[in-house]
Nanobody
Framework: QVQLVESGGGLVQPGGSLRLSCTAS????????MDWYRQAPGKQRELVAT???????NYVDSVKGRFTISRDNTKNTVYLQMNSLKPEDTAVYYC????????WGQGTQVTVSS
């Protein structure tokens, strides 16, 4: 059974930082591309960052220079380091594992507010 469990969300002031984690089980983690998505209220889910099995990364323009995606294959975990957070980063953040098929986590809420 595939499970992706996100953690690390919370309430942070503008300009602050958070680190999200997503730990996978039930998959051969090393062969999967891992994504972070987010969905704000009333908006479509958007792809925020991607890291391939060769550790190539890609980001949506709105987070470039502020967010960093990384993975630790020894821990079956992908991270999203989020710095200089803005109110518009407020959303539920989801991780996704992709290799032939896609698996999603349950999401973690990130709220950026003073």
């Amino acid at each position: 059974q595939v499970q992706l469990v996100e953690s690390g969300g919370g309430l942070v002031q503008p300009g602050g930082s958070l680190r999200l984690s997503c730990t996978a089980s039930g998959i051969i983690f090393t062969i999967y591309t891992m994504d972070w998505y987010r969905q704000a209220p009333g908006k479509q889910r958007e792809l925020v960052a991607t890291i391939t099995r060769s550790h190539s990364t890609n980001y949506v323009d709105s987070v470039k220079g502020r967010f960093t995606i990384s993975r630790d294959n020894t821990k079956n975990t992908v991270y999203l380091q989020m710095n200089s957070l803005k109110p518009e980063d407020t959303a539920v953040y989801y991780c996704r594992a992709v290799y032939l098929s896609a698996h999603w986590g349950q999401g973690t809420q990130v709220t950026v507010s003073s």
